[in-house]
């Protein structure tokens, strides 16, 4: 070995073990160690093979290349390896173990010479040389291992190799290189990868949502067409009912059953006569009932009032125990339009399903059976039968029933409301008493006035627009007198428009000086108000 | 053989009507919205013309103005309608309809309406 040689082995085994040495103090502490290697060899073998021979890995990185030699920096990938390959240096160049800080800049490596000790080369600072990846790629480490980091840099590399063209390779490389050294564009290249992925996700689920939906309106499309033409011609007595059935392709399949119901309720809402009754008995022979009697037994809400609508218009005899049944179903939807159903199934008694309500009986579900008679010109029932029932829905309803249908059959009913605990059930038969012009209950509902809310209180006053008398005239220049000024004026409107008499108070009243009163005059008479 | 123009944007409606109506021996041209009827218009002359009222691109409102201006007005007209409101009632004979029916409707009905409609158009021709 030439004296060369052995003064580059000595040097490089100097910090190889050095190096080492620090490693190992460290290592048990958990802390991160870098190693200075210096990889020495006469015959100038490749930087893979040197590096494969002593364990230098991608994440170390070659501080200083000077003749054959060359100096790396990093972790390496396995102590254990590493200690072997050090120690037995060490013995071979007979050198004594030197710690060293790498990361500290006054850090020198010193090529010496072999004999006496003496610096025969170059003197190089750590701090000096070019920058290596010293830095920790924390955020890799979170997930994976140093040996999964170096290998998937690695492939990484090597796909480059292989797919990327030259011109672009090293800014591949150098890409690949800034992401496995600096965290920070690590996470914001991930940050930026989970995005892009997010938005491609999104665009190839929607992309494919709505290829699939086009789709399939496209068949149902065909489908509805052909379901259509086939049953006009039978209905018209073209074809058969077993010519029909065989034309009906793919009757079967669930989609198709739900296009064939849509076409009967096509018919069954545009026509009447002839083709109206054909509906059913279609419904019935292609077992469509079945469909819809699963429908309504359905976990999912909506498929239960599909359900039951289906079942309302196709198979009224069907639906009638069924909707019965749902009348006090839990959700308010279903309940709904059971309720609705119950009414256009049983035009002659369309509200007896009151008797048995529990569930509450909601404003919609009010307003669509309002509709309902009005529509269909429904027998309308005595609605003061149903005020004396304990279901404040119920008797909220008969009360604006009797009001628009003008039953004054049972009077005595409606004046009984005017006790009830609820507010509104007390308003609703103050606006009775005064649209329906009910004389009978002046007396009562001025006991009243004094106890009422607000609002009540204002159609107590409004009531006696209509039904006041003489007899009422103190009691609204009670209120003039000593009311908040909402209710004066109402009061004073009252009066103004009840009578002759109620005019000639107003005036008795200007003359007398009543504070307020020449305004409220002026507000009530006024057009615009 | 008379000729009716349908105008219906419900398929099976339109389909439905034009197979009633063929079946009383008349000859049918459909149309499946208000610019669809205009254009059948254009190139066949009818005798009768039946047209819902809400339909894509031209409604049937527009549709009988559109014929009022251009003076094709002596075609008997009947709506279909959906609607029954007293306002597109009122709008509709206001524009020169002959009839007005209200879905759901039957099929026996519409057919002796149409005879009806077509024999006062030959009752009002051989009396010009």
């Given amino acids: ?529 | 053989m008379k000729r009716i123009l349908v105008a219906e944007d419900n398929r099976l409606i339109l389909e439905t009507v034009a197979q009633s109506l063929t079946r009383e021996g008349y000859d049918i041209i459909k149309a499946a919205d208000g610019r669809e009827c205009m254009d059948q218009l254009k190139s066949n002359e009818v005798d009768l013309i039946i047209t819902d009222l809400y339909m894509p691109h031209l409604n049937g409102l527009e549709v009988i103005s559109n014929l009022n201006n251009q003076n094709k007005n002596i075609t008997p007209i009947m709506v279909l309608s959906a609607s029954g409101a007293e306002e597109n009632v009122l709008k509709a004979f206001d524009l020169g309809v002959d009839d007005f029916m209200v879905k759901p409707f039957s099929l026996i009905e519409l057919n002796v309406r149409v005879k009806k409609l077509l024999a006062l158009k030959k009752q009002q021709l051989s009396i010009t």
């Fill in chain 1, 1 to 529: 070995m030439s004296s060369f040689t052995f003064v580059k082995l000595i040097i490089h085994s100097v910090l190889l073990v050095s190096c080492a040495y620090q490693s190992f103090a460290n290592g048990g502490k958990g802390s991160i160690n870098f190693f200075v290697q210096i990889n020495a060899s006469e015959t100038s073998p490749g930087k893979q093979q040197q590096s494969l021979k002593h364990n230098i890995h991608k994440s170390t990185d070659e501080l200083y290349s000077g003749h054959e030699n060359h100096y790396y920096a990093g972790k390496f990938d396995n102590k254990e390896n590493d200690r072997p390959v050090s120690e037995k240096q060490l013995r071979e160049s007979d050198t004594t173990l030197i710690p060293y800080d790498l990361t500290d800049p006054r850090v020198q490596m010193v090529v010496s010479d072999s004999i006496d000790d003496t610096p025969a080369g170059s003197t190089y600072f750590v701090s000096d040389l070019p920058t290596g990846n010293y830095s920790e790629n924390f955020i890799l480490r979170m997930f994976f291992n140093d040996s999964e980091i170096s290998v998937f840099q690695w492939k990484l590399i090597d796909f480059g190799k292989e797919n990327i063209p030259q011109p672009f390779r090293r800014l591949y490389n150098q890409t690949i290189d800034n992401i496995f050294e600096n965290p920070a564009v690590l996470f914001f290249f991930f940050l930026i990868l989970f995005f892009i992925l997010n938005i491609i996700g999104v665009f190839l689920l929607l992309s494919y949502t709505i290829k699939r939906k086009n789709r399939k309106e496209k068949f149902l499309r065909i489908f509805s067409k052909m379901y259509e033409e086939v049953l006009i011609s039978y209905m018209f007595g073209l074809i058969d009912w077993p010519a029909a059935s065989e034309k009906l392709k793919r009757k079967g399949k669930k989609e198709n059953r739900k296009v064939l119901i849509s076409i009967l309720l096509n018919f069954k809402e545009n026509f009447r006569g002839d083709v109206e009754k054909f509906v059913p008995e279609i419904y019935m022979k292609l077992g469509l009932h079945n469909d819809s009697l699963k429908a309504v037994h359905s976990s999912r809400n909506f498929t239960k009032i599909q359900g039951i609508l289906e079942l309302t218009h196709l198979y009224p005899d069907g639906a009638k125990d069924i909707v019965k049944d749902l009348i006090n179903a839990k959700n308010d939807y279903v309940r709904s339009e059971a309720q609705i159903a119950f009414i256009r199934l049983n035009t002659k008694e369309p509200f007896k399903f009151f008797e048995n309500l529990t569930k509450p009986f909601t404003r919609w579900t009010q307003i669509s059976a309002f509709n309902l008679i009005r529509i269909y010109q429904l027998p309308v029932p005595s609605f003061a039968d149903h005020l004396e029932r304990q279901h404040i829905n119920i008797r909220n309803f008969s009360l604006r029933m009797i009001v628009y249908f003008q039953q004054l059959e049972n009077i005595p009913e409606i004046l009984r409301m005017v006790e009830s605990e609820r507010e509104l059930t007390r308003f609703l038969s103050y606006e009775a008493i005064n649209l329906l012009r009910i004389y009978e209950g002046r007396e009562l509902i001025k006991n009243k006035y004094w106890e009422e809310k607000e609002k009540n209180k204002i159609e107590i006053i409004k009531a006696f627009r209509n039904i006041g008398i003489e007899d009422d005239l103190e009691f609204l220049e009670r209120i003039i007198l000593s009311e908040p000024v909402s209710f004066k004026t109402e009061a004073c409107r009252s009066l103004y428009y009840m009578s002759q008499s109620g005019k000639n108070k107003l005036d008795q009243m200007n003359n007398n000086a009543v504070q307020g009163i020449e305004q409220l005059i002026a507000h009530v008479t006024d057009p615009r108000n």
